[in-house]
């Protein structure tokens, strides 16, 4: 089984792609640098449930949608 961060820096990473967003596009929404984004993305990072929410909205997802493994 996967970290749980791991699998949501997963998800993260998929709908970015999907999107055609890279992680400076990411970081500028949310005021957050690109090497954060992509600490989350690798899952070395742990976000705090207001920056799930920030970053489901920057992606136009529900924050639910980003945790539902």
């Given at each position: 089984m996967l970290d749980i961060r791991k699998q949501f820096g997963k998800k993260v990473r998929e709908i970015r792609i999907k999107k055609g967003l890279s992680q400076g596009d990411i970081g500028r929404r949310l005021k957050l640098h690109?090497?954060?984004?992509?600490?989350?993305?690798?899952?070395v990072r742990n976000p705090s449930l207001?920056?799930?929410?920030?970053?489901?909205?920057?992606?136009?997802?529900?924050?639910?949608?980003?945790v539902d493994f």
């Open positions: 690109r090497t954060y984004i992509s600490g989350i993305e690798r899952g207001k920056v799930v929410q920030k970053i489901a909205k920057s992606l136009n997802v529900r924050a639910k949608y980003l």
